[in-house]
């Protein structure tokens, strides 16, 4: 069965420079969640979009932005990187269906971030 | 959101049970009790929900009382590829829900 698609899988950065993270939700998977893991600690909720509209917010910085386009997917745009972005960012997508019955969210394998 | 308490860590052997107890004293009403599972460097998997009593699935139990105040999470003779991190999280599933909050899971090691 077709999984939640994260690229790049590794993304190495400078200082100050920008990342695009993207995200391939699950076919038909209305909805997309983005989570941020930094080294040894839990999964932190950043953003979530519904059916192209953001519909929460989290604990994610002004530096950071996102969106979901047409065809479901979404990107995690990042600008003026700094040392502590450095993280493995989750996607995550669902569909109406699951939100209203068990809120089951489908994970992708993550973006691993490193800033130098 | 409910907060929940789970042991840091737990040691067992491969062929064991394994008993996970989640501590959710404010639980609310409409709120479900889910258990997902995360391996190294990969994304949360769910495991299992419930609500009330006992669920249980391919891969795992779920024992819940009465007073919903806890709940426990049962893995049946643990092989060593369950070593994992392995979060409780208690929240309302319905449609306005749009995020999971993750507290601190429990390690599970699995030794030989």
């Known amino acids: 069965a077709a999984g939640v698609i994260q690229s790049p899988r590794h993304l190495i950065k400078e200082k100050r420079e920008t990342a695009t993270l993207k995200c391939y939700p699950i076919?038909?998977?209305?909805?997309v969640y983005w989570y941020q893991q930094g080294p040894g600690q839990d999964p932190q909720f950043l953003i979530s979009f519904y059916e192209k509209m953001q519909s929460d917010k989290g604990s994610i910085p002004d530096r950071f932005s996102a969106q979901q386009f047409s065809d479901y997917h979404s990107e995690l745009n990042m600008s003026s990187l700094e040392l502590g972005d450095s993280a493995l960012y989750f996607c995550?997508?669902?569909?109406?269906?699951?939100?209203?019955?068990?809120?089951?969210?489908?994970f992708g394998a993550g973006t691993r971030l490193s800033v130098l | 959101l409910a907060k929940t308490t789970q042991p840091i860590s737990m040691d067992s052997y491969e062929g064991q049970e394994v008993n996970i107890t989640c501590s959710h004293n404010?639980?609310?009403?409409?709120?479900?009790i889910t258990w997902y599972q995360q391996f190294p460097s990969q994304g949360p998997r769910f495991i299992i929900q419930g609500y009330k009593t006992k669920v249980t699935n391919e891969v795992a139990s779920l024992f819940i009382p009465a007073d919903r105040k806890s709940s426990t999470l049962s893995l049946p003779r643990v092989s060593l590829s369950d070593t994992a991190v392995y979060y409780c999280l208690v929240g309302d599933p319905g449609p306005s829900s749009y995020k999971l909050i993750f507290g601190s899971g429990t390690r599970l090691l699995v030794r030989p």
């Open positions: 076919p038909r998977h209305d909805t």
């Open positions: 995550a997508s669902s569909t109406y269906i699951d939100r209203g019955d068990k809120n089951i969210q489908y």
């Open positions: 404010n639980i609310a009403t409409n709120d479900y």
